[in-house]
């Protein structure tokens, strides 16, 4: 079955990175479109990057210039990359096989100030 396993994330202080990892099993990974979300408490889950079969990237406003999402069909994963990291940023990513009801785990990130 379809599996997605998310790492990477972890406590930072503000102006710091972190490399969020997604591993994905059960598909052919280079013909799928994927993508992160993040959610915070209160708040309905939102799109932070994206990146199609071909490597077409989608950013969200709030994180172009400071993410980078990419991926590497070698290894079925895909990354997100985050610079520059803000209080706001915090909250719970995920990945996910776009348009697909299939979804990882989620991983943790906190941004202190």
């Known amino acids: 079955q379809v599996q997605l396993v998310e790492s990477g994330g972890g406590w930072v202080q503000a102006g710091g990175s972190l490399r969020l990892s997604c591993v994905v099993s059960?598909?052919?990974?280079?013909?799928?479109?994927m993508a992160w979300y993040r959610q915070t408490p209160g708040k309905e889950r939102e799109l932070v990057a994206s990146?199609?079969?071909?490597?077409?990237?989608y950013y969200a406003d709030s994180a172009k210039g400071r993410f980078t999402i990419s991926r590497d069909n070698a290894r079925n994963t895909v990354y997100l990359q985050m610079n520059s990291l803000k209080p706001d940023d915090t909250g719970v990513y995920y990945c996910t096989w776009s348009g697909t009801g299939y979804w990882g785990q989620g991983t943790q990130v906190t941004v202190s100030s």
């Open positions: 990146i199609s079969s071909r490597s077409k990237e």
């Open positions: 059960g598909t052919i990974f280079s013909i799928t479109p």
